[in-house]
């Protein structure tokens, strides 16, 4: 390969200086003629029929233009995908505290309330399920829609991976461990809180504004529930404050709101959320209690694991079978055994409910993995690095699935090279057997996660490309970029591909009226998917500008060379590539371009729980220094190292970033980061309570690349995003282990986890969850 | 009860308006175009809605607007311009300190605060400055690092602060 020019260069951020401006509208700051404000009817009941829904009342409050119940949608608003089970507002039933039932628009936010206040809404309570472990009795209260065969109707859903028989194996073990784990649910926290904006069209039809993750999911989702044709319904992307999954089935209720809000009233519609809104109608990540059993021999060679979960997925499936498949394939670690099963079960209860969230279901099972796996190495007498070393994922190794590794496996130099960084062989001995109240330790762990869709599903993107009047180049692409800097990374390929200067190319925001279907903007997939696409796009357009500038120079195609922008034939003599655009239009050549990658095609077996899950794995090993006060239980993470191999390095700054935010989101979820229900009853509702690490909680963080090319990537690049906040919080538990002689196996690791060893009871009501659904 | 007529100072222009008298700092100035003043939490929590308030940093979701009768508001629009921005703004776009970018604005004005009143800040002091800004994407390592580059460009060795 020729020298890079702009890949893994230093670049600034396409969209930086808009930010730091202050310019950039989110959705909250856009405000039209004539808009109507919106606001939904809530649930203050974990589980009710709906007995009595009257929403005349509202529409006699002055200043109200219109209500909505699921009445006014196709089929009641029924969507979601893959399991069609959630509505846009309640219908017949709510499920959990703070699902919406109606919604009003009216001229202010005060009349909106006032609306909210006056509908005649009566629920009748149901027994409630609140505890996952009890949600399959056969007396449990049914939350899960009704089923075709004769499974309970809160099981959701199993997911198995298979090779051999891991308990006969374990059997044989010279050492052995059977442990039980958990963790808790986690809240996005985006600082953004939610909204949508609606605005009516001429023609019928209805132009939503959203700050969705994935905006064809949304405009397919409009066009069902409002029976619209799609070619009425139109969605644009406005800046995200945020997302990390959390913007996906959320918004598309209120995009469907507002929408609809907005076609009866005929003016524009906007809904945007508190804190407590969000908090408490938002979905969460699903909370898993986990059993793992592994074994080994007495060499410390890892022979088998068995590994259970139990997964709430709360009121609605959401992503949740999703999620319990990435956290199925993912469970067993990034190591070689020769048996291995795992089960996990999702389940329906009224805890809120449970979807997706960065990790997707690896940040689970990894807290519980990487846990276990030390206190193997542990058993053996083996320092947990060097087990991890001895018994992971190289080039060639078969996974526990049935894969065979060809190629891009940077595993071992990861766990290589954060030893290094940490002085990981010094300070584990220096920590050992401390006495003081102050004490240091220091932990690992390990992680593969597989990119994009894998065998979840049709696994494409697409993306646009033209030369405009100004010699600008406008770029597009179906995917989003809500924090994650997707945009400066097409723009840097499209750049490279072109041979012309990043400065050129105004890289869009999607806007599904001009932007190419590119499947949802999940699961760390754009620079691949969306990477690729980009990358096809602009080098169909490099071909004809190739052509016009062979035409223009009177030479071969491969006579052609590049010296910055510019074009040089068999003279030497460069043509500026404005020249070279010129001659392309005067021989009426097109130039704009259509991009579109689909992955290969990969196979899982869900009955058998084998094949090939993801066509290429992210590495990474992490380590965690932390300082615990042993008479308060306070933990201080005091350094961090973590090492990735994400493939090809696009847009070094932004890979950097990808970890640095990862690594705090996994801190939070490590040691404060607490949700609670309490009956159904979210106790959680503002940042008072919810806590997220600031900047004296995160320590400054060393971060590396590996950079082990994957064939298939663009530039042989993978993924970033979601594999940097994965392995840090069993990392900080292992630290935590390291320091005290104690295990916490109870995800977060809080004050009384740690000083005590337990939680401490605690009361809990509905009063903070009702008043918030008030402000 | 009856709304307050108040006169704003804003970015170096003045604005006559009616409160009403529970009426936030920070609903008003949304309410008067100044979008980059972003809400968050509204409790206080968050620092997404950082203004700098007679040159002190607050939060004006906890200051009524009444409170801030004939004061001199700056908020991150008017520290700098897209042709000519800030130091500390170009020092965020330059390192890699903004992601999403909600929380941002009110990061700047935070900082701003700081270097104001301590221009050679440590990166403790830069740390404890900001701790009240909540940021869900960074990580607030590239913050800090913008924070001190700007610190250094501010204040050049000689000394005399801008
Ligand atoms: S909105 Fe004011 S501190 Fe959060
Ligand atoms: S950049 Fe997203 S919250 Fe700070």
């Given at each position: 390969?020729?020298?890079?020019?702009?890949?893994?260069?230093?670049?600034?951020?396409?969209?930086?200086?808009?930010?730091?401006?202050?310019?950039?509208?989110?959705?909250?700051?856009?405000?039209?003629?004539?808009?109507?404000?919106?606001?939904?009817?809530?649930?203050?009941?974990?589980?009710?029929?709906?007995?009595?829904?009257?929403?005349?009342?509202?529409?006699?409050?002055?200043?109200?233009?219109?209500?909505?119940?699921?009445?006014?949608?196709?089929?009641?608003?029924?969507?979601?995908?893959?399991?069609?089970?959630?509505?846009?507002?309640?219908?017949?039933?709510?499920?959990?505290?703070?699902?919406?039932?109606?919604?009003?628009?009216?001229?202010?936010?005060?009349?909106?309330?006032?609306?909210?206040?006056?509908?005649?809404?009566?629920?009748?309570?149901?027994?409630?399920?609140?505890?996952?472990?009890?949600?399959?009795?056969?007396?449990?209260?049914?939350?899960?829609?009704?089923?075709?065969?004769?499974?309970?109707?809160?099981?959701?859903?199993?997911?198995?991976?298979?090779?051999?028989?891991?308990?006969?194996?374990?059997?044989?073990?010279?050492?052995?461990?059977?442990?039980?784990?958990?963790?808790?649910?986690?809240?996005?926290a985006?600082i953004?809180?939610?909204?949508?904006?609606?605005?009516?069209?001429?023609?019928?039809?209805?132009?939503?504004?959203?700050?969705?993750?994935?905006?064809?999911?949304?405009?397919?989702?409009?066009?069902?529930?409002?029976?619209?044709?799609?070619?009425?319904?139109?969605?644009?992307?406005?800046?995200?404050?945020g997302?990390?999954?959390?913007?996906?089935?959320?918004?598309?209720?209120?995009?469907?709101?507002?929408?609809?809000?907005?076609?009866?009233?005929?003016?524009?519609?906007?809904?945007?959320?508190?804190?407590?809104?969000?908090?408490?109608?938002?979905?969460?990540?699903?909370?898993?209690?986990?059993?793992?059993?592994?074994?080994?021999?007495?060499?410390?060679?890892?022979?088998?694991?068995?590994?259970?979960?139990?997964?709430?997925?709360?009121?609605?499936?959401?992503?949740?079978?999703?999620?319990?498949?990435?956290?199925?394939?993912?469970?067993?670690?990034?190591?070689?055994?020769?048996?291995?099963?795992?089960?996990?079960?999702?389940?329906?209860?009224?805890?809120?409910?449970?979807?997706?969230?960065?990790?997707?279901?690896?940040?689970?099972?990894?807290?519980?993995?990487?846990?276990?796996?030390?206190?193997?190495?542990?058993?053996?007498?083996?320092?947990?690095?060097?087990?991890?070393?001895?018994?992971?994922?190289?080039?060639?190794?078969?996974?526990?699935?049935?894969?065979?590794?060809?190629?891009?496996?940077?595993?071992?130099?990861?766990?290589?090279?954060?030893?290094?960084?940490?002085?990981?062989?010094?300070?584990?001995?220096?920590?050992?057997?401390?006495?003081?109240?102050?004490?240091?330790?220091?932990?690992?762990?390990?992680?593969?996660?597989?990119?994009?869709?894998?065998?979840?599903?049709?696994?494409?993107?697409?993306?646009?490309?033209?030369?405009?009047?100004?010699?600008?180049?406008?770029?597009?692409?179906?995917?989003?970029?809500?924090?994650?800097?997707?945009?400066?990374?097409?723009?840097?390929?499209?750049?490279?591909?072109?041979?012309?200067?990043?400065?050129?190319?105004?890289?869009?925001?999607?806007?599904?009226?001009?932007?190419?279907?590119?499947?949802?903007?999940?699961?760390?997939?754009?620079?691949?998917?969306?990477?690729?696409?980009?990358?096809?796009?602009?080098?169909?357009?490099?071909?004809?500008?190739?052509?016009?500038?062979?035409?223009?120079?009177?030479?071969?195609?491969?006579?052609?060379?590049?010296?910055?922008?510019?074009?040089?034939?068999?003279?030497?003599?460069?043509?500026?590539?404005?020249?070279?655009?010129?001659?392309?239009?005067?021989?009426?050549?097109?130039?704009?371009?259509?991009?579109?990658?689909?992955?290969?095609?990969?196979?899982?077996?869900?009955?058998?729980?084998?094949?090939?899950?993801?066509?290429?794995?992210?590495?990474?090993?992490?380590?965690?220094?932390?300082?615990?006060?042993?008479?308060?239980?306070?933990v201080q993470v005091v350094n961090f190292?973590?090492?990735?191999?994400?493939?090809?390095?696009?847009?070094?700054?932004?890979?950097?970033g990808?970890v640095y935010g990862g690594v705090a989101q996994g801190l939070g979820?490590?040691l404060m980061e607490?949700?609670?229900?309490?009956?159904?009853?979210?106790?959680?509702?503002?940042f008072?309570?919810?806590l997220i690490p600031t900047s004296v909680d995160v320590p400054e963080i060393?971060?590396?690349?590996?950079?082990?090319?994957?064939?298939?990537?663009?530039?042989?690049?993978?993924?970033?995003?979601?594999?940097?906040?994965?392995?840090a919080?069993?990392?900080?538990?292992?630290?935590?282990?390291?320091?005290?002689?104690?295990?916490?196996?109870?995800?977060?690791?809080?004050?009384?986890?740690?000083?005590?060893?337990?939680?401490?009871?605690?009361?809990?009501?509905?009063?903070?969850?009702?008043?918030?659904?008030?402000? | 009860?009856?709304?307050?007529?108040?006169?704003?100072?804003?970015?170096?222009?003045?604005?006559?308006?009616?409160?009403?008298?529970?009426?936030?700092?920070?609903?008003?100035?949304?309410?008067?175009?100044?979008?980059?003043?972003?809400?968050g939490c509204?409790?206080g929590d968050c620092g997404a809605?950082a203004?700098?308030?007679?040159?002190?940093a607050?939060n004006?979701?906890?200051?009524?607007?009444?409170?801030?009768?004939?004061?001199?508001?700056?908020?991150?629009?008017?520290?700098?311009?897209?042709?000519?921005?800030?130091?500390l703004?170009?020092a965020f776009?330059?390192h890699g300190a903004i992601q999403c970018?909600y929380c941002t604005p009110g990061f700047v004005i935070a900082a701003k605060a700081l270097l104001?009143?301590n221009?050679?800040p440590t990166e403790l002091e830069i740390r404890e400055a900001i701790s009240g800004n909540l940021c869900r994407c960074t990580g607030y390592g590239q913050i800090v690092e913008a924070i001190q580059a700007a610190a250094?460009?501010?204040?050049?060795?000689?000394?005399?602060?801008?």
């Open positions: 390969m020729t020298e890079l020019q702009y890949i893994g260069k230093p670049a600034r951020r396409v969209d930086a200086l808009e930010k730091v401006m202050g310019k950039a509208k989110y959705i909250a700051d856009r405000k039209l003629p004539g808009m109507l404000h919106a606001r939904c009817l809530r649930s203050e009941a974990p589980h009710a029929l709906i007995k009595k829904l009257d929403v005349t009342p509202a529409l006699a409050v002055p200043g109200v233009r219109a209500v909505i119940t699921s009445e006014d949608f196709f089929e009641h608003s029924l969507f979601g995908f893959p399991v069609k089970d959630e509505y846009v507002l309640a219908y017949r039933k709510v499920r959990y505290v703070g699902e919406a039932i109606a919604a009003v628009a009216a001229d202010t936010p005060e009349a909106a309330l006032a609306g909210v206040q006056a509908i005649v809404c009566e629920l009748e309570p149901l027994p409630g399920v609140f505890d996952m472990e009890h949600a399959l009795d056969p007396d449990a209260a049914q939350v899960g829609p009704d089923r075709p065969d004769d499974q309970h109707p809160n099981f959701l859903d199993l997911l198995i991976v298979r090779q051999a028989d891991p308990l006969a194996e374990i059997e044989q073990c010279a050492v052995k461990l059977d442990e039980r784990y958990s963790v808790g649910p986690q809240e996005h985006y953004e809180p939610e909204g949508a904006l609606a605005v009516p069209t001429r023609e019928g039809g209805v132009l939503v504004y959203a700050p969705n993750q994935s905006p064809f999911v949304n405009y397919g989702v409009l066009a069902m529930v409002l029976d619209l044709p799609h070619n009425l319904v139109r969605v644009i992307q406005p800046p995200v404050g997302s990390f999954g959390g913007k996906d089935d959320q918004i598309y209720q209120m995009s469907a709101q507002v929408a609809k809000l907005a076609l009866l009233t005929g003016k524009p519609v906007r809904l945007v959320y508190s804190r407590e809104e969000s908090l408490i109608s938002s979905y969460k990540r699903d909370p898993m209690h986990i059993r793992i059993r592994l074994g080994a021999d007495s060499d410390g060679t890892l022979r088998a694991v068995k590994f259970e979960g139990l997964m709430d997925s709360g009121a609605y499936a959401s992503e949740s079978t999703f999620t319990a498949w990435r956290g199925s394939i993912h469970a067993m670690g990034a190591y070689r055994y020769n048996a291995c099963a795992v089960d996990i079960k999702c389940v329906y209860t009224n805890n809120g409910y449970y979807g997706a969230f960065r990790g997707f279901g690896n940040t689970e099972v990894c807290a519980g993995i990487e846990q276990a796996i030390d206190e193997l190495a542990c058993a053996v007498g083996m320092d947990p690095l060097d087990f991890r070393l001895k018994n992971c994922l190289h080039v060639g190794d078969r996974t526990a699935h049935g894969q065979i590794l060809t190629e891009s496996v940077g595993l071992p130099d990861c766990i290589k090279t954060v030893r290094r960084l940490s002085d990981w062989d010094r300070k584990r001995a220096a920590y050992a057997n401390q006495t003081g109240n102050i004490r240091r330790g220091i932990g690992v762990a390990a992680l593969y996660h597989g990119t994009s869709l894998g065998a979840e599903g049709a696994d494409y993107a697409g993306s646009t490309i033209a030369v405009e009047q100004n010699y600008s180049i406008d770029l597009t692409s179906g995917l989003t970029d809500y924090g994650t800097g997707s945009r400066t990374v097409f723009t840097l390929i499209a750049a490279e591909e072109l041979g012309v200067s990043p400065d050129r190319i105004h890289m869009q925001r999607p806007d599904t009226d001009t932007a190419i279907e590119s499947g949802p903007t999940v699961a760390s997939r754009s620079t691949m998917l969306g990477g690729n696409a980009a990358r096809v796009a602009a080098d169909n357009l490099r071909q004809t500008l190739d052509y016009a500038a062979a035409d223009l120079l009177g030479c071969e195609l491969h006579q052609l060379v590049r010296s910055g922008e510019a074009y040089v034939g068999p003279d030497e003599e460069p043509v500026a590539w404005e020249r070279v655009v010129d001659h392309a239009r005067e021989m009426g050549l097109a130039l704009s371009a259509h991009g579109k990658w689909t992955a290969p095609r990969i196979e899982w077996d869900h009955h058998h729980g084998t094949g090939t899950p993801y066509m290429a794995y992210h590495f990474a090993s992490q380590v965690a220094e932390v300082e615990v006060d042993m008479r308060t239980g306070v190292w973590a090492v990735h191999d994400p493939g090809k390095v696009i847009f070094p700054q932004g890979a950097y990808q979820y490590a607490q949700i609670t229900y309490t009956n159904g009853y979210l106790q959680e509702t503002n008072e309570s919810y060393t971060a590396q690349f590996v950079e082990a090319p994957f064939s298939k990537g663009p530039y042989g690049a993978k993924n970033i995003a979601e594999p940097s906040m994965v392995p919080a069993p990392a900080i538990l292992n630290a935590i282990y390291h320091a005290t002689g104690k295990r916490v196996r109870d995800l977060p690791a809080n004050l009384e986890r740690v000083l005590l060893g337990h939680d401490l009871a605690k009361g809990g009501s509905a009063k903070a969850c009702k008043l918030g659904l008030k402000t | 009860m009856k709304p307050q007529l108040i006169t704003l100072h804003i970015n170096g222009r003045t604005h006559a308006l009616a409160a009403a008298p529970n009426a936030t700092l920070l609903e008003t100035l949304r309410d008067l175009g100044y979008v980059d003043v972003k809400s509204e409790k809605c203004v700098l308030l007679n040159g002190e607050v004006s979701c906890m200051v009524l607007a009444g409170q801030a009768d004939e004061a001199t508001i700056v908020t991150a629009t008017g520290l700098g311009t897209v042709t000519n921005p800030h130091p703004q170009q776009a330059d970018g104001d009143t221009p050679h250094e460009q501010m204040v050049p060795a000689e000394g005399g602060a801008r």
